[in-house]
């Protein structure tokens, strides 16, 4: 792959050169669909689209179930990088989103899980659907089989800083027999989002708040998937399993949005003459928080830990991400990991895993969701909780650790 490739759009079921490109870190030049296009293009579809033939629900997921075992094991040909296998697949995502070969097997095995999942209650549905997806995980390409298996036209508009998984999955369509006139590959410029929106009948978009900003992004038919600033709450008194917070919080990368990044310590309820208890009760939860450390210091960055394996970073993202976090743990904070924010391994770059200790809630690293692991642990009290709680998509109680009988936890 070079950076004279060029990676194309899709639309009216060929594919198209487009005259404005941008490189994707680590892969080819990526055309890009200007906003007159989107709107040309969309007008054409609804014309033609009486006239195109979509096969059955069980031929649907006939299909899609063999594009997506051709998507994990297969050779797929992918429009202006040839033919690519599955080793040639994991090696692409590791030179352009930092992806360990564990992480694109897994990934890829999830997918077929959801798939599924989607096919018990993905109802039938028409007219065309937009699918905007993120970088920082390939599995937000079940929002394409979601589409697709409903019967409507399916839109992607990739990441452009990773298009080619999803140019992968349009592949394993095409070879597949999956009818190219219901499919579209439109990357595009954040600013060209609220025309594709516009567009279309309905938009499953994932990111954050912010990304489908624009006169559309009321759109009743606006599914955004944003942040899910998951968290876990510690019962007060409780002994938690070090293991199992801190693979809450590390694995997949750190990437999924159901990944911890807040641990609540719930204390209990203070007293004048329970300051002494409360004193304990704190010294406990910090040493809680520090086997959690502890944990996450241990796993390998490279090689990859077998457990839990991490992602790389282009250096600039990576010393750019480890600011963003330097620069806003300010007082009230600090550090509760040994290793540096920023690891340089084996010629890749790493951000380790990493738990910060706050003071209260309202510090401004509690609910930041950033893709890679970190959490923020913070004790407080239920309503404390109860704020953190309401900005979380994801709640998930901890898993207690299992005490000896006659041992006081």
Known sequence: MTGETVLPLLRAGRW????????????????????????DDGARLRKRRAATAVPSRARRLELLREAVAL???????????????????????RATAGLPPALVRRWSGMLAERLEELAA???????????????????CLEGVLEAALS??????????REPLSSARLVGALLSVGWPPGTLGYYPSAPRTLPALIRATDRQIVYGGDGLAAGPAAGAPSLDLRGPGRACVVVDAGKPVDPEDLAARIARDAGRFCTCACTVVFLREAETPRENETSREAHATRE?????????LDGISLDPPDPRWPQASWAEADAARMAAFVSDRLGPGGRV????????????????????????????????????????????????????????????????????PEGVSS
Request: glycine share 10%.
């Open 71 to 93: 998507f994990r094991h297969g050779r797929v040909p992918v429009e202006s990088l040839g033919v690519q296998d599955a080793d040639g697949f994991a090696e692409a995502m």
């Open 287 to 295: 040493a809680d928080a520090r086997r959690v450390a502890e944990v």
């Open 336 to 403: 509760l990991t040994r290793r540096p924010l920023l690891v340089r391994s084996g010629g890749a770059t790493f951000l380790a895993p990493t738990l910060v200790h706050v003071e209260d809630v309202g510090h401004p690293l509690v609910g930041c969701e950033l893709p890679f692991p970190l959490a923020v642990a913070v004790s407080t009290d239920e309503a404390g909780a109860r704020g953190v709680a309401a900005g979380s998509r994801f709640v998930h109680p901890a898993r207690f650790a299992t005490v």
């Open 121 to 139: 209650d993905t109802p039938d549905s028409e007219g065309l659907t937009l699918v905007s997806l993120p970088a920082n995980t390939f599995t």
């Open 151 to 160: 019967g409507a036209a399916v839109w992607i508009r990739p990441s452009r």
């Open 16 to 39: 198209y050169r487009s005259m404005d490109t941008v490189p994707v870190p680590g892969g080819p030049l990526l055309s890009l669909a200007p906003e007159i296009m989107v709107r």
